[in-house]
């Protein structure tokens, strides 16, 4: 990270922080923390509600000014990304090694005595007759093991 960006996320920090003491020093309906004060000037309760609702609205349009800024330099500073091309269509035709996924659809079972399901460019339809061809050899020892009923 740059300093820039490290000083614009402390000074960001700092304003959520100011911004939580105004919210919970202004008078709500329920009570709140409040603010006291003399009866003229800028410490009246008229005078505290102003400024604390003006200083809210300066603190907010900071916070979100600032939160835009961050981002903004966070997505500048980033290289650009490539992106995985291994599972698509154009890369298993053009020659690419094929995925575990087609493997085991594209050669026969051990011991299998049908033929070998068909090649396909769509690596689901290639597990699933996969799981196809493993299914019958998993449910056999299964049913072997069954205690007769009498």
């Known amino acids: 990270m740059s300093n820039l960006f ?3 996320l402390v000074v960001q920090a700092l304003v959520a922080a100011a911004m939580i003491g105004v919210i ?10 409040g603010v006291g004060g003399s009866p003229a000037g800028l410490l009246s309760a008229r005078g505290a509600a102003d400024f604390l609702t003006r200083a809210t609205t300066i603190l907010a349009c ?3 000014g600032l939160s835009i ?3 903004a330099m966070a997505s500048v500073g980033r ?3 490539t992106i995985d091309t291994s599972l698509s269509k154009a890369a298993q035709t053009s020659g690419a090694a094929p995925s575990s996924l087609t493997g085991p659809a594209q050669q026969p079972a051990q011991g299998a005595a049908g033929p ?3 090649a396909s460019d769509d690596p689901l339809a290639a597990a699933a007759a996969a799981a ?3 299914a019958p050899a998993q449910q056999a020892p299964a049913q072997q093991q069954a205690p007769a009923k009498k």
């Open 79 to 81: 290289g650009g990304s």
């Open 6 to 8: 490290t000083f614009i």
């Open 62 to 64: 900071l916070f979100v």
């Open 24 to 33: 919970l020093m202004q008078k709500s309906e329920g009570g709140g923390l």
């Open 69 to 71: 800024v961050l981002a």
């Open 132 to 134: 196809a061809q493993d």
């Open 116 to 118: 070998a399901a068909p």
